[in-house]
């Protein structure tokens, strides 16, 4: 690579970064602006967390006898699944209202818009967790193995949340506007509770819970049972013994596979 290239490069990542940034600025002050809907987003996991340990806690069954301890993993990351669903909505919104267009008229760097907006979308979810584990301490869950791997499940719970972005920026794009959002409810919420998030995939039928082991939730949610040192349930398959290999391996897979197509249809935009 000689001089003149590196310099180029170097020029190039430089206003690619500076743009992300200018991007990433404008999605965060929107939320600003708009604190009700931040309020209300991250009040509606704090009041499913509440719901399932109190109102219907005392009627489960969970393995090693603490539901509360259960569940608040599988809580964490049916957030960060649940999250596709505001991308895919402000992406779509973005696309039907003109403004993707008009970003694209400016002199941004293409993957500026997208690259800031799934910035701001992790900040959201870090944000998230930090409340929900507010709350899981409040109601009695722990982590029980020391910081540092209770650092490393939460950072398997933001590369999941990292994946699902670009899927909800890919989604968003081809969808037809903001309404489509019942499209991804439909998808998203059977994808959610059909893992190990909520119950046992062994009390369900053979071949549901085999369906429920291999779903990349669960992988996560397994995974972070595991560090964080809480009871999960004792499964002898590949998937349950190789949990921490698919945490990373799926969100690498959903990355691999919707940040190109997620490229590809913005620049295809007309």
């Not at 967390?49 to 964490?76: D, K, S």
């Not at 982590?143 to 650092?151: F, I, M, N, Q, S």
């Not at 499940?153 to 794009?173: D, I, K, Q």
């Not at 921490?244 to 590809?264: F, G, K, M």
Request: glycine share 10%.
């Amino acid at each position: 690579m000689t001089a003149a290239t590196l310099r180029r490069t170097t020029a190039t990542l430089r206003w690619t970064a500076v743009d992300a940034w200018t991007m990433t600025v404008r999605e965060l002050e929107r939320r600003v602006r708009r604190p009700g809907a931040l309020i209300a987003a991250l009040a509606f996991p704090v009041m499913v967390v509440l719901m399932m340990g109190y109102l219907f806690g005392g009627q489960m069954e969970a393995p090693g006898g603490n539901y509360r301890e259960f569940i608040m993993p599988g809580m964490f990351a049916l957030t960060m699944a649940f999250g596709l669903e505001g991308t895919f909505t402000a992406i779509a919104a973005d696309a039907s209202r003109g403004i993707t267009d008009r970003f694209r008229a400016l002199p941004l760097s293409a993957s500026a818009p997208v690259a800031g907006r799934c910035a701001a979308d992790l900040v959201d979810a870090v944000l998230g967790l930090a409340v929900m584990a507010l709350c899981g301490l409040a109601i009695g869950w722990r982590w029980h193995d020391g910081p540092v791997r209770a650092l490393a499940g939460f950072g398997l719970l933001l590369l999941l949340r990292a994946s699902l972005v670009w899927a909800g920026v890919w989604l968003g794009l081809v969808a037809k506007g903001p309404e489509s959002v019942m499209v991804i409810q439909v998808l998203v919420w059977p994808v959610g509770f059909l893992s190990s998030a909520m119950i046992d995939p062994s009390t369900m039928p053979g071949w549901l819970g085999a369906i429920a082991e291999w779903n990349p939730l669960s992988a996560t949610v397994t995974a972070c049972r595991g560090l964080f040192g809480q009871p999960g349930w004792e499964s002898h398959s590949w998937p349950g013994t190789h949990a921490l290999a698919l945490a990373v391996a799926w969100p690498l897979v959903i990355t691999a596979v919707s940040l190109p197509l997620a490229v590809r249809r913005y620049r295809r935009l007309s």
